[in-house]
């Protein structure tokens, strides 16, 4: 299992860009009244079919070929069920997938959500011209980022790797979580 959720999420949303997906949608939800921790990955890829959702879960299915296990979806939702919260992912070929992920926030069995700055902007910096909509919500209080946005003030031919364009992306990040979290860990 992966010491951070930031890492599962971004195993996860790596399977976005490997089924080509234009846009992928993550929003990272956490309502600490309700004592939850909710992640929601959706893409517009490839999709898969109701049998490949159903086995997808099972550690040792992948669609790979390099190897002949696939532990990123399993871990994932081992991690999120081992706090007495819920997985769900939902699929139609064609179409594209959503994965969600309910944690229970104060479950000793959580681990921590990790270092969603590092997370997102690796997932922004190095895939090219597939597009982000980041939402992080802790409470009600949030921030958005989305890369249609920038790069609609950048133009098409500037790219996310350029280093200040890439450390721009970095440091809104890190002061939007460090606004929303007011002081707080998750």
Do not use: W
């Not at 929601?40 to 992948?62: L, N, W, Y």
């Not at 069995?109 to 997370?119: A, I």
């Not at 031919?157 to 990040?173: G, K, N």
């Amino acid at each position: 299992m992966m010491p951070e959720i930031s890492l599962n999420i971004l195993d996860v949303a790596q399977n976005s860009v490997k089924a080509g997906a234009s846009l992928v949608t993550l929003e990272c939800l956490i309502d600490t009244k309700a004592d939850t921790l909710t992640v929601i990955i959706d893409d517009d890829g490839c999709g898969m079919s109701k049998e490949q959702v159903e086995a997808v879960t099972d550690p040792f299915f992948t669609t790979r070929t390099t190897r002949k296990v696939g532990l990123g979806v399993p871990f994932f939702k081992m991690a999120a069920e081992s706090t007495g919260g819920s997985f769900e992912i939902l699929s139609e070929q064609g179409k594209g997938t959503k994965v969600t992920s309910v944690f229970v926030l104060s479950s000793i069995d959580r681990m921590p959500l990790g270092d969603m700055v590092s997370t997102v902007h690796m997932l922004i910096t190095q895939n090219g011209k597939m597009d982000l909509v980041y939402r992080y919500n802790v409470d009600g209080t949030e921030f958005m980022l989305d890369t249609r946005e920038m790069r609609a003030v950048l133009g098409d031919d500037v790219s996310f790797m350029e280093p200040e364009v890439s450390e721009y992306i970095r440091e809104y990040l890190k002061e939007n979580t460090a606004e929303v979290n007011n002081g707080q860990e998750f």
